[in-house]
């Protein structure tokens, strides 16, 4: 191992609800032990601990989840994260365990394999309180939720009224998100690079609302004009916050880009292809 990366500095993160991490945590912990400088190890998702430690490289354990969990507690001090892959997907969590291993010093110090992918700030306010702030890695998704009339949504772009949708809600999502609930949703896919924010009108009750791509350095004004008693944003699909009549979502750029260490054997566009079949010929019987 190159000097370099013996004075990496690296903190080890692992799933604690999927079954089989922590003893593999461990295996890698020793491992890693004489190849870089081990700052810390956890079971869970405490960013923070790893931003204290001075973490150069943080190892995630899980899935994706797990992976953008990490990313979001991290705030504003983003820190390079690798994905070991324990999910089912794998999108984001590009390295098996033995990819790790085998790619170990590369994924430590090659610059070049760090992508700076946009992460969004997502504030939610009632009359001029602040009932949520925070980062959204992939999306933050308005549901209209019970009892699942159709809601009602005033959306602003910089100050101007943009349109209004009717129908079960709207996703804003990152370039990174676009392969998540968007792309579910009948959205675009956008190659994570891409400097841009996605809005995906979800069943609109319409026969004009779609997608749009738009700057990701404008700021997004979303007003709850009529809304059900269970709408709710909800962010990366793990934080939600209940809605009212006249609540505010605000979604801009975060200042701070999250970083995703590209595992070294694979091309770019290899997950789209080989995890969603992207393009691929449908093979009939």
């Not at 912990?29 to 601990?49: H, I, L, Q, T, Y």
């Not at 090659?110 to 959204?136: I, P, S």
């Not at 566009?269 to 992207?278: E, F, N």
């Amino acid at each position: 191992m190159s000097t370099h990366a013996m004075t990496t500095r690296v903190f080890f993160f692992g799933n604690p609800y999927k079954d089989g991490v922590e003893p593999i945590l461990e295996d890698l912990v020793k491992f890693a032990s004489p190849r870089c400088k081990v700052v810390g190890c956890e079971m869970g998702f405490d960013g923070p601990a790893a931003i204290k430690a001075k973490a150069d490289r943080i190892v995630v354990l899980g899935g994706d989840g797990t992976l953008i969990g990490v990313a979001r507690s991290l705030g504003l001090d983003q820190v390079p994260l690798v994905g070991v892959n324990f999910g089912k997907l794998g999108f984001l969590a590009e390295f098996t365990l033995d990819e790790l291993k085998h790619s170990f010093e590369a994924a430590l110090c090659e610059d070049k394999l760090v992508c700076h992918r946009t992460a969004l700030q997502v504030t939610v306010t009632r009359n001029g309180d602040v009932r949520h702030a925070g980062l959204a890695i992939n999306d933050c998704v308005i549901q209209a939720g019970p009892p699942f009339r159709m809601i009602s949504l005033d959306v602003a772009i910089n100050n101007e009224h943009l349109t209004s949708v009717r129908g079960d809600g709207l996703i804003v999502c990152t370039p990174s998100g676009s392969t998540a609930h968007n792309l579910s949703a009948g959205g675009p896919i956008l190659q994570p690079g891409v400097d841009a924010i996605v809005l995906t009108p979800l069943n609109p009750h319409s026969l004009t609302h779609k997608p749009l791509v738009i700057e990701r350095e404008f700021v997004i004004d979303i007003l709850a004009s009529e809304v059900n008693e269970g709408s709710t944003a909800i962010i990366d699909g793990q934080v939600s916050c209940a809605l009212a009549p006249g609540d505010r979502t605000t979604v801009r750029r975060s200042p701070a880009d999250y970083l995703l260490v590209r595992n070294p054997r694979y091309a770019r566009w290899h997950k789209l292809v080989t995890k969603l079949y992207w393009g691929q010929s449908v093979k009939l019987d």
